[in-house]
């Protein structure tokens, strides 16, 4: 991932579990060939179910237009762990990013912090980009505690790592509250968090990491609201969950990225 001073977008499509086969395939295609019309500052990645990682990696070098990325890994390098899908073999088929630590992936499947701190190092050594989650729940914003839980699920996830491995990291601001349910964060609300953040990352790892540390928001971001969320200072880009699921919607969001990267 380049990181420069005229500092471009990044929007990441989470799929989670949707779509047979037939419909990754059209839509990764669609999206592909659509962006191939964009000279595009905006990087983008999509990140499918497993099953469809080599249509979307394939596809990803083929065209160009975006990079493939997991939406989870396990925290072990391998052995007799069934079911679970390594580091060191999303490396090996080309994924460029994976997502660490999503809500639901806290929530259903109860992975801690240590687990989480585990998986973002397997990745940091196989040269895969974690896009670490983290977000406060409704009633942890409204007894005003949203600070303290982002701050200690950054500290006890990602701040233990190097400063060259932290400098291959972004990370995804997700107010839990928000994910799936058509709210979402006023543009003062997500850049408040987002400036936090950013001062977390600069008191850790300097004025120049912080600023280079892609934060993107990840709460229904949609064609509706992207351009007033990605206009806000420190909002680098986007984790898009239900709207990377139409070509259109999605496209329409990178289209909102690079609009507000022409005008910061």
């Not at 980009?129 to 005003?144: A, D, F, H, N």
Request: hydrophobic content about 35%; some cysteine.
């Amino acid at each position: 991932m380049s990181k420069n001073t005229a500092k471009s977008k990044l929007v990441i499509g989470n799929w989670k579990m949707n779509l047979s086969f037939d419909e990754a395939e059209e839509l990764a295609t669609s999206i592909q060939e659509t962006l191939a019309d964009f000279n595009l500052q905006t990087e983008v990645a999509i990140c499918p179910p497993f099953p469809y990682l080599e249509l979307v990696t394939d596809l990803a070098d083929e065209g160009e237009a975006y990079s493939a990325g997991a939406q989870n890994c396990s925290q072990f390098n391998n052995g007799a762990y069934t079911g679970e899908v390594s580091a060191k073999m999303l490396a090996d088929m080309g994924v460029d990013f994976c997502i660490v630590g999503h809500s639901e992936r806290r929530k259903y499947f109860k992975e801690s912090n240590e687990v989480l701190a585990e998986k973002i190092d397997r990745l940091t050594e196989n040269q895969v980009i974690p896009v670490v989650c983290c977000g406060e729940t409704l009633e942890e914003r409204k007894s005003g505690k949203h600070f303290e839980v982002v701050e200690k699920q950054l500290t006890e996830t990602l701040f233990h790592l190097s400063k060259n491995e932290f400098e291959h990291t972004v990370i995804a601001y997700e107010p839990i509250w928000a994910i799936g349910t058509g709210e979402t964060a006023t543009p003062e609300q997500a850049e408040e968090m987002h400036k936090f953040i950013r001062s977390l990352v600069e008191k850790k790892y300097g004025t120049e990491i912080a600023y280079n540390t892609y934060i993107l928001y990840g709460g229904s971001c949609n064609p509706k609201n992207a351009v007033e969320l990605f206009s806000q200072p420190d909002v680098d880009g986007g984790l898009i969950g239900g709207a990377s699921l139409k070509c259109g919607d999605f496209v329409d969001i990178i289209e909102a990225a690079e609009t507000t990267t022409s005008e910061n």
